[in-house]
T-cell receptor
Framework: NAGVMQNPRHLVRRRGQEARLRCSPM?????VYWYRQLPEEGLKFMVY????????ESGMPKERFSAEFPKEGPSILRIQQVVRGDSAAYFC?????????????FGAGSRLTVL | KQEVTQIPAALSVPEGENLVLNCSFT??????LQWFRQDPGKGLTSLLL?????REQTSGRLNASLDKSSGRSTLYIAASQPGDSATYLC???????????FGTGTSLTVIP
């Protein structure tokens, strides 16, 4: 019964490159959330998805960032033309329902370093 | 918008002491509140989830309380151990239920 799986665990990119972060939710969970944690800061909500739908992307920057959760396969957070300020830990969480009534289970995170 | 505050930001105690971590939130119309633990360089581990209808929840040496009317929650850790050293995060949901808002955490060090 694997938990939330994120990969890669560490990713290094040069400015201007693209970063793709993947998240496989827990078995039976159809709700996925992405959070970003900057050094010495708290977790900030980015986006909430269900299969094939973006429910809430109010925390995601309008440019360069996109997320998807296809019918088959993991959820993907994509960052185009990365800049140094994108360096952070990106955490994915899943739940069986909306967070209001369900426990969030987090992955180990993907740590992005932009050179 | 829900705002979550945690005090103190850091706490250092000798092994064996009981301690209390505090969390306050601005929007009391919450379904539940969740406490997490984060070890350095790692992800978050869920510790306790308190439903809005509950006043407290216990797991082993941990006890979390919730007072919606005052917008506060506390995490009580009994007989602290060095292995309890970590950052403890409190999270309260947005009124849409679409996300949790996190505090910046309390960094706990238990000295052997």
């Amino acid at each position: 019964n694997a938990g939330v799986m994120q990969n890669p665990r560490h990713l290094v990119r040069r400015r201007g490159q693209e970063a793709r972060l993947r998240c496989s939710p827990m078995k039976g969970h159809s709700h996925v959330y992405w959070y970003r944690q900057l050094p010495e800061e708290g977790l900030k909500f980015m986006v909430y998805l269900q299969k094939e739908n973006i429910i809430d992307e109010s925390g995601m920057p309008k440019e360069r960032f996109s997320a998807e959760f296809p019918k088959e396969g993991p959820s993907i957070l994509r960052i185009q033309q990365v800049v140094r300020g994108d360096s952070a830990a990106y955490f994915c969480a899943s739940s069986p329902g909306r967070t209001g009534a369900n426990v969030l289970t987090f992955g180990a995170g993907s740590r992005l370093t932009v050179l | 918008k829900q705002e979550v505050t945690q005090i103190p930001a850091a706490l250092s105690v000798p092994e064996g002491e009981n301690l209390v971590l505090n969390c306050s939130f601005t929007d009391s119309a919450i379904y539940n509140l969740q406490w997490f633990r984060q070890d350095p360089g790692k992800g978050l581990t869920s510790l306790l989830l308190i439903q809005s209808s509950q006043r407290e929840q216990t797991s082993g040496r941990l006890n979390a309380s919730l007072d919606k009317s005052s917008g506060r929650s506390t995490l009580y850790i009994a007989a602290s151990q060095p292995g309890d050293s970590a950052t403890y995060l409190c999270a309260a949901p947005a009124n849409t239920g679409n996300q949790f808002y996190f505090g910046t955490g309390t960094s706990l060090t238990v000295i052997p």
